[in-house]
């Protein structure tokens, strides 16, 4: 009995736990975002739990509905499209109502956008803070990138295709210089991370992409959480003065990678 939180694919169907198909199977409800996405995965695995809907249009009335279900010792799954419920999706309500109720509660992990970017950007390695969906407004875009101007940790966001373009665009110009990594349709057939400096990667992406996207913007240079960032302007500084003294500019970032420690590529792009 009680409520539990499971954490669904966010791409590929293979990527699921063996708890949550345990618990799919196993519960007299599994509530979902969209029944026709929970069905797929449900049929994939010979899964015939009853299925409701749980979406952010109904979650205030599907909780009332739900709650004394749950009181009286009902076993429901929680699930969302993809990724775990409750963070950028359908779920903290009937959960803290769950918690506040003192009905028996368990959070299954699996597939994470945020956390598989964040690898995958190889901007990862101190703090990060998740941001959920940037803002779609210039004016309220300017501001978030005046705070990441120092921002000590990577800022890992979710972001449309359609809009990509142009927050790209808008970081370009704030932060030109600044690493991020575009990574779509993780754990999917034709997943890309897209990585380099702001202006570079945003003049990859002038046209809409396909798929789900998660935007990965790295530490400001010479922040506690940037020493790798910190280090990198130093080499590209370098870089500069070989170039002012006569060396073609792809020896002396292979002269400075070798001696500095970092990626000879992306100091290279770093020094353009």
């Given amino acids: 009995m ?71 010792g009902a076993r429901v799954a929680l699930a969302s499209d993809a990724g775990l419920p409750g963070v950028s999706d359908p779920g903290s309500r009937l959960l803290r109502a769950a918690v506040d109720a003192g009905i028996e509660t368990t959070v299954l992990p699996g597939p994470s956008a945020v956390e598989t970017a964040l690898v995958a950007s190889t901007l990862g390695a101190g703090s990060y803070r998740f941001v959920g969906y940037l803002p779609r407004g210039e004016p309220a875009l300017r501001a978030v990138w005046a705070e990441l101007a120092s921002a ?4 890992v966001a979710f972001e ?28 999917k057939r034709f997943e890309e991370v897209v990585r380099g400096p702001a202006r570079e990667v945003a003049a990859r992406f002038v046209e809409p992409p396909k798929g789900e996207v998660t935007l990965v913007i790295g ?54």
Wanted: hydrophobic share 45%; proline share 6%.
């Fill in 160 to 187: 449309s295709p359609k809009r990509l373009p142009r927050t790209l665009g808008s970081l370009a110009v704030a932060l030109p210089h600044r690493e991020v990594a575009v990574c779509r349709e993780l754990t």
């Fill in 2 to 72: 009680g409520l539990a939180v499971c954490a669904t694919p966010i791409g590929n169907l293979d990527d699921v736990t063996l708890r949550v198909l345990e618990e799919l199977r196993t519960a007299d409800l599994v509530l979902c975002e969209d029944t026709r996405r929970t069905r797929i995965l449900l049929d994939r695995h010979g899964i015939r739990t009853p299925m409701l809907s749980y979406h952010r249009h109904n979650e205030a009335s599907r909780t009332a509905e739900i709650l004394p279900r749950l009181l009286e």
């Fill in 152 to 155: 000590p940790e990577s800022i």
């Fill in 219 to 272: 530490p400001a240079a010479g922040s506690a959480a940037g020493g790798a960032g910190a280090g990198l302007e130093r080499a590209t500084a370098a870089v500069a003065e070989l170039v002012a003294a006569g060396i073609p500019r792809r020896r002396a970032a292979e002269l400075v990678a070798e001696l500095a420690g970092v990626s000879k590529n992306r100091l290279y792009r770093a020094s353009l």
